[in-house]
């Protein structure tokens, strides 16, 4: 069986790491480079970086801050915002990323993730999918959870993982920031249907809901930001607790 991954995740915004609530009131959370560095010490799995305004500011990711954080960690480091063509991953690969994230542009392009996948392979593409919960079923957002679509977020999924997606990111914007537990309905359908590894994120707040998300929902791998930001929980703590609970996780 495979084990369980624990991903820190860093939005930054100016250079500096930041995290909000259901994606609105934005604050600081601190120094990038410095928070990768000490997550990469305490055991976390992976660590993602997603440059949150680079879409909707129309500009590339910061490919010098993707170096930097590179250098201080040593676990498998995606990075997204931004990304819209090949050379834009090449890059971002080059700059020390190990996977990519990609969200709006292969939505709006989705033969993207085709050439991504054939270029770079499947097991570097990520898609991270920004979904709410309206009108009876999930559905997917664009551009930092700004945009509605009519998109049913499984049909979105299930076509991109066609396309040569090899990880679905499913961050639930109802429980983002909000600390009452992932999005499990959701998470366990794509766990269920889809033949790649699914990470879950939006709303971890206790050790519980970690151990929810994969004992419930069968996620792959659960993404926290702000509870491992300001210090409300400890990474080989967490570990611990998981461990203890019989989830199969990496020490």
Request: proline fraction near 2%; include cysteine; hydrophobic fraction near 40%.
């Amino acid at each position: 069986m495979l084990t369980k991954r624990i991903i820190p995740c860093l939005d930054i915004k100016d250079g500096r790491t930041v995290k909000g609530v259901n994606f609105e009131n934005i604050r600081d959370a601190g120094d990038p480079v410095e928070l990768g560095a000490l997550y990469a010490a305490q055991g976390a799995d992976e660590l993602v970086f997603l440059d949150i305004t680079a879409t909707n500011e129309r500009r590339k990711t910061l490919h010098a801050l993707v170096t930097d954080i590179a250098r201080h960690i040593n676990i498998p480091f995606t990075v997204g915002g931004g990304i819209a063509a090949v050379d834009d991953v090449s890059v971002l690969l080059g700059a020390g990323a190990d996977k990519v994230s990609v969200n709006t542009a292969a939505f709006r392009t989705p033969q993207l993730l085709n050439d991504l996948s054939k270029e770079f392979g499947s097991q570097c593409v990520v898609l991270a999918i920004d979904t709410r919960f309206e009108d009876g079923d999930w559905f997917v957002y664009l551009n930092g959870g700004r945009v509605k679509t009519d998109i049913r977020t499984e049909d979105w999924a299930r076509e991109a993982v066609e396309r040569g997606a090899g990880e679905i990111l499913l961050t639930s914007m109802n429980n983002d920031g909000t600390k009452q537990g992932f999005a499990l309905d959701i998470t366990g359908r794509l766990s269920r249907n889809l033949n790649v590894p699914v990470i879950a994120s939006g709303g971890a707040g206790t050790m519980e809901h970690f151990a929810d998300v994969f004992e419930k929902a069968g996620a792959d791998a659960a993404l926290a930001a702000s509870i491992f930001h300001y210090k409300e929980m400890e990474i080989p703590d967490l570990k611990n607790y998981l461990y203890q609970r019989g989830v199969q996780i990496r020490f």
